[in-house]
């Protein structure tokens, strides 16, 4: 029966094995891709990559939750301005105590 230690290193040995495999494989790979792109006559715009290469797929910009500067601070340090929209949780429990948020007013 093998121990730990022996495991250990064959799946050391095996992890290295197939990282070797990965860069041959991705090597030829890359080849293939510049051969078909000068065969083709491709550009990085013809095939999506205009800047983006690193980066990955485009995300849609978020839009931040509010730039209305803070009117209220909770119980916690929470800070609320008081706009439009759903409340707080930290102000429902405010209201539904019964208390008045003008308290809470910065």
């Known amino acids: 029966m093998s121990t730990y230690l022996e495991l250990k290193a064959q799946a050391e040995a095996i ?3 197939a990282e070797a495999a990965r860069k041959t494989e991705l090597a ?3 080849q293939g891709i ?8 491709l550009t990085a715009a ?21 730039t209305a500067p803070a009117k209220y601070r909770g119980p916690n340090g929470e800070l609320w301005a008081g706009g439009l929209g759903r409340k707080p949780e930290w102000v429902r429990a405010v209201l539904a105590e019964g208390k008045n948020i003008d308290d809470y007013l910065i």
């Open 34 to 41: 510049k051969a078909k792109v000068k065969e083709f006559g």
């Open 28 to 30: 030829d790979v890359i």
């Open 46 to 66: 013809d095939l999506g990559l205009d800047g983006a290469v690193a980066a990955g797929p485009r995300k849609a910009a978020v839009k931040s939750k509010s």
């Open 15 to 17: 992890m290295a094995q």
